[in-house]
Structure formats: C-alpha cells, structure tokens
C-alpha cells in the first residue's frame, strides 16, 4: 500500500520561507492527483494546494502568489514552497491522494509574529 511521509516542518519568522516535501512509498503522481491540505484546531482541513496528474496546478486564494506546488516524478516527491509566511499559515500540513483517504502524518509548520 502507498504510504506518504511529509517533512520540511518547523518554525519560522513571518516573512520567512519554507518549502515541504512529501514522499511517497510507490510511483503515484502520474495516476493520481495529489494535494496539500492543512489544519488548525478546532478548524476544519482546508485544501490549500493540488496538482493534477497532468501538472496543473490550482491554489486556494490565501495563498495564491505565496505557495507554490511541484512534484519530481522520479523521486516520487512533491513540495509546497511557502514563501512570505504569515501567522495566519501556522497549521499542520497534511499530503493527500486525490479521491482516497491515503493522508501522511502531518507535519506542523509555525510562523511567529
């Protein structure tokens, strides 16, 4: 079964970057659509990013201009490059497969004021 690992967490200063990797155990990104979700507490999981298996990408509006996802094939990777962070990014990010309940572990990301 596929299995998918997110790393790249951490904390950063507002205005700062980071960029988010999730790997996955098998070769998936050419059969399905893949996504970047994230959480707050008490807070419903939002979609915050998604390429297509084609390579189109789509971007949730708090985020447009800021985020950006890509994916590497052959490494059966794909990031989320987050740049000029805000308090309002701190979340747990969470990768996904398109149309099924496959989700990583989560990896938590904080921007401090």
């Known amino acids: 079964q596929v299995q998918l690992m997110e790393s790249g967490g951490g904390l950063v200063q507002a205005g700062g970057s980071l960029r988010l990797s999730c790997t996955a155990s098998?070769?998936?990104?050419?059969?399905?659509?893949m996504g970047w979700y994230r959480q707050t507490p008490g807070e419903e999981r939002e979609l915050v990013a998604s390429?297509?298996?084609?390579?189109?990408?789509d971007y949730a509006d708090s985020v447009n201009g800021r985020f950006t996802i890509s994916r590497d094939v052959a490494k059966n990777t794909m990031y989320l490059q987050m740049n000029n962070l805000t308090p309002d990014d701190t979340a747990v990010y969470y990768c996904k497969i398109a149309e099924t309940n496959c989700w990583g572990q989560g990896t938590q990301v904080t921007v401090s004021s």
């Open positions: 390429i297509s298996r084609s390579g189109s990408t």
């Open positions: 098998g070769s998936v990104f050419k059969v399905y659509s």
